[in-house]
Structures are given as structure tokens and as C-alpha cells.
């Protein structure tokens, strides 16, 4: 089945810089839209950022425009965020989501990564 794994999460001060990746197993991102979302302590999972499978389409919370980077690899194995200018705001755990249909709400998403921390904090 299809298997998501994020890495990349760690601790950072603020304006530091964290690329995040997302592989998939069983499968390539090459037919699926990919998202990550996030989700910090008592929140819910909030849409960060997504790629379409269609199209080379991005599109970006307000909160991260600017800052962030959703990015594929060309052999459709790995997805990647890239996170600079951080915030203590941006402290969350990430995950990554693929499915076929490009939404900006978790719920359409069918396959989930397990997820991975991000901390920003002086």
C-alpha cells in the first residue's frame, strides 16, 4: 500500500531555515496532489501548502506565502517544503498528505504521513 514519510523537522531559531521532505513508497506523487498541513498543540490540521498533480499550481496558506516552498523532485519519489524566515508561530507537527483531489482541507486526502516536528524558538 501507499506508504508517506516525512523528515526534516527539528528545532530552529527564529529566521532560520528547515526543508522538509515527504517520500512516498509503493507509488510516485507523479498522479496525486500532495499537500502539507500542520497542526500545533490544541489546534486543528491546518492547510500549509500544495502542489496539484495537473499543473505546476501551488498554492500557500497566507500565513506562509512568502516564506514557504512546496517543491517536487522529478522522479516523483519525494515532495519537498521549504521553510525560511521562520516563525514561533510555525511551531507545529507537519504532515504530508497526498490524494486525488486538490483541496486545502485534509479531509479528501487519503494517504497521510506520520508526521514530523517542527520547533522555532530562541
Known amino acids: 500500500q501507499v506508504q508517506l514519510v516525512e523528515s526534516g523537522g527539528g528545532l530552529k531559531q527564529p529566521g532560520g531555515s528547515l526543508r522538509l521532505s515527504c517520500a512516498i513508497s509503493?507509488?510516485?506523487?507523479?498522479?496525486?496532489?500532495v499537500a502539507w498541513f500542520r497542526q500545533a498543540p490544541g489546534g486543528g490540521r491546518d492547510f500549509v501548502a500544495l502542489?496539484?498533480?495537473?499543473?505546476?499550481?501551488?498554492y500557500y496558506a497566507d500565513s506562509v506565502k512568502g516564506r514557504f516552498t512546496i517543491s517536487r523532485d522529478i522522479d516523483g519519489k519525494l515532495v519537498h517544503l521549504q521553510m525560511n524566515n521562520l516563525k514561533a508561530e510555525d511551531t507545529a507537527i507537519y504532515y504530508c498528505?497526498?490524494?486525488?483531489?486538490?483541496?486545502?482541507?485534509?479531509?479528501?486526502?487519503?494517504?497521510w504521513g506520520q508526521g514530523t516536528q517542527v520547533t522555532v524558538s530562541s
Open positions: 502542489s496539484a498533480s495537473n499543473a505546476p499550481n501551488r
Open positions: 498528505a497526498a490524494g486525488t483531489t486538490a483541496a486545502l482541507m485534509p479531509g479528501p486526502y487519503k494517504y
Open positions: 509503493n507509488a510516485t506523487f507523479t498522479f496525486y496532489n
